[in-house]
């Protein structure tokens, strides 16, 4: 069994972190299945992948755009946006955000005059003990 060395892969591929960041992709997807160029030699994935980058027997522009879609979040599609939909009505969306602190604002006064009557009844923590500061229990 051969050793894979980074300088054998590093000729192929610009710089180190890509390199660990294809041949892991790489192994990833032989793990999940894909076929190997090359003979396995009773490698690991990791190992196979390597060996695979050194020997050019996989597209390196397959791999990176795969590499890459898998990394994304957020996948761009290429549809039309269609008239009415989402982010196409802004002005409306705007009118309402406008009108909502006006709202937001009567409701906050309605609820402070609820809170207030609710505590009103309860004894404060210095009238139960006499007036005398709670006294703190624990080690110190």
Same mark, same amino acid.
């Given at each position: 069994m051969a050793?894979?060395?980074v300088e054998d892969c590093i000729d192929k591929v610009d710089n180190r972190f890509d390199l660990v960041l294809l041949a892991s992709h790489r192994a990833r997807m032989i793990s999940?299945?894909?076929?190997i160029t090359i003979e396995r030699d009773n490698d690991k994935n990791?190992?196979?992948a390597l060996r695979e980058i050194?020997?050019?027997t996989v597209d390196f522009d397959a791999l990176s755009n795969s590499l890459v879609q898998g990394l994304r979040k957020h996948v761009e599609t290429e549809e039309p946006v269609e008239e009415g939909s989402f982010g196409? +009505? #802004?002005?409306d969306i705007l009118r309402e955000l406008s009108q909502a602190?006006? /709202?937001?604002? +009567? #409701?906050?006064e309605e609820e402070g005059d609820d809170i207030e009557g609710?505590? /009103?009844?309860e004894p404060l923590a210095e009238e139960e003990n006499d007036g005398a500061p709670p006294v703190e229990s624990g080690e110190g």
């Open positions: 050793r894979v060395t999940s299945g894909s076929q990791p190992v196979v050194a020997d050019t196409t +009505g #802004d002005t602190p006006e /709202e937001a604002a +009567g #409701d906050v609710e505590f /009103e009844d």
